[in-house]
């Protein structure tokens, strides 16, 4: 079950929020025993991270990965000038919100769910001099319910739409899905477990390679949306193609291409060319007969 933290960023808001992470040192300067410093160590993947700045609730993040032991940031600058070097940092998958909440003006529905020990923030909505807490789930609710309509704007319109509307499920797995739509989230995470690069042009840099769906996303259920079987890591030309049928794969990972795909196109792209074949794994390969019989254009 996901877990819900609070991290109070006002000095460091711009670096860790654009880099994508959180950093703490690992003990005070005294080297005694921080529990919001330990609480990095606590997080996990899939935990909601609420991020605070100047009196603000400016993101909501995702849990990416689990803590590590790291230098402190070079980009925190002055800002990290009294923290040691040694330090925790944990990745996370931000979302900066359009409009941010402002604790303060919500604490009829916040005060009662505030941690009795170890809180983020006081009663009268003010911050507390720390840097990650655990707040309740009741509590973690709350904020995403004031925060919901913002991230469901990150939904798209047409049958993205469907999943904003749906009632039996809630914010967190709404905006799962989304992300899935476009390629990113928790489905990347989960289909770069089983593909490390293009299968086509043999690219292995993430920044220039797409998440596809080999069941589209439109036909495939919520499982399959976020299933990391059921997709392919493609330079975003040859993504082009096997969205749109122009290409596809036989289970031992050797490349079809449709009758439909102009030569000219195959030569200058190099999908003529002896590409060696990778297996797809089982799991992929019922996906991918999907795709073979219902989007490749055999004709």
């Known amino acids: 079950m ?79 000038e009294a923290w040691d070097a040694d330090g925790w940092l944990v990745q996370v998958e931000y979302e900066e919100l359009v409009s941010p909440i402002r604790p303060k003006d919500h604490m009829g529905l916040l005060a009662p769910l505030l941690p009795e020990k170890y809180s983020p923030i006081r009663a009268d909505g003010d911050g507390n001099q720390v840097y990650l807490a655990e707040i ?52 990347r995470k989960n289909l770069e477990r089983h593909e490390a690069g293009c299968r086509i042009t043999g690219i292995t840099d993430g920044r220039f390679l797409t998440a596809s769906h080999i069941k589209p996303w439109a036909q495939s259920s ?8 059921n997709g392919l890591l493609l330079s975003p030309h040859v993504d082009r193609l096997f969205d749109r049928g122009y290409i596809s794969f036989e289970d031992g990972g050797t490349l079809l291409l449709s009758p439909s795909l102009p030569k000219e196109v195959a030569d200058a792209w190099g999908l003529a060319a002896g590409i060696e074949p990778k297996p797809l794994t089982q799991r992929q390969a019922v996906y991918m007969a999907y795709h073979r019989t219902e989007i490749f254009q055999q004709s």
């Open 222 to 229: 919520d499982y399959e949306k976020l299933d990391g079987n």
């Open 2 to 80: 996901a877990r819900y933290w609070w991290v109070n960023q006002n000095q460091t808001y711009k670096a860790e929020v654009g880099g994508g992470y959180m950093w703490s040192p690992k003990t005070n300067k005294d080297g005694g025993f921080s529990q919001f410093y330990h609480n990095m160590t606590q997080t996990r993947p899939g935990d909601f991270v609420f991020s605070f700045a100047d009196t603000l609730i400016k993101a909501v993040g995702v849990v990416e990965a689990p803590a590590q032991s790291a230098e402190k940031p070079q980009e925190f600058g002055k800002a990290g």
């Open 136 to 187: 309740s789930e009741g509590m973690g609710q709350a904020l995403l319910s004031l925060i919901g309509r913002q991230l469901e704007m990150t939904i798209g319109d047409g049958q993205e739409r469907e999943i904003r509307n749906r009632t039996d499920i809630g914010t967190t797995e709404k905006y799962q899905l989304a992300k899935s739509r476009v390629g990113q989230g928790q489905y």
